[in-house]
């Protein structure tokens, strides 16, 4: 592996450095529980005030039934990061820090 110059690898803080596996898997199958859940209750929902005759309110959850699948594997499988909103401050550590020598200090 061939290191490019000029550019090293960012510093990862505790703070900002991501859960681990199985507390990421574990908060995305709870989130995709939720909303598979919440899928559920609008289908039954739907098929209830159909059959109670409530007409303006079974097509909204056929809606909600037919898109929380997308929405559910949309939000399973975002990412959460963290910041703690320091910016670390790039002070030039590949530049020069003291003055190279004059031209007079060079000649005397």
Not at 71 to 94: E, I, K, P, W, Y
């Amino acid at each position: 592996m061939a290191k490019q110059r000029g550019r090293e690898p960012e510093a990862v803080r505790i703070t900002s450095a991501a859960a681990s596996r199985e507390g990421d898997i574990a908060t995305r199958q709870k989130r995709y529980l939720l909303s598979m859940s919440l899928r559920t209750i609008c289908f039954v929902g739907a098929i209830i005030a159909f059959l109670a005759g409530v007409a303006w309110l079974w097509p909204i959850l056929i809606v909600g039934a037919v898109l929380l699948p997308y929405l559910a594997v949309v939000m399973a499988n975002a990412t959460a990061t963290r910041s703690d909103g320091f910016a670390l401050v790039d002070h030039g550590l590949g530049q020069r820090q003291l003055g190279g020598r004059s031209e007079s200090q060079t000649q005397s």
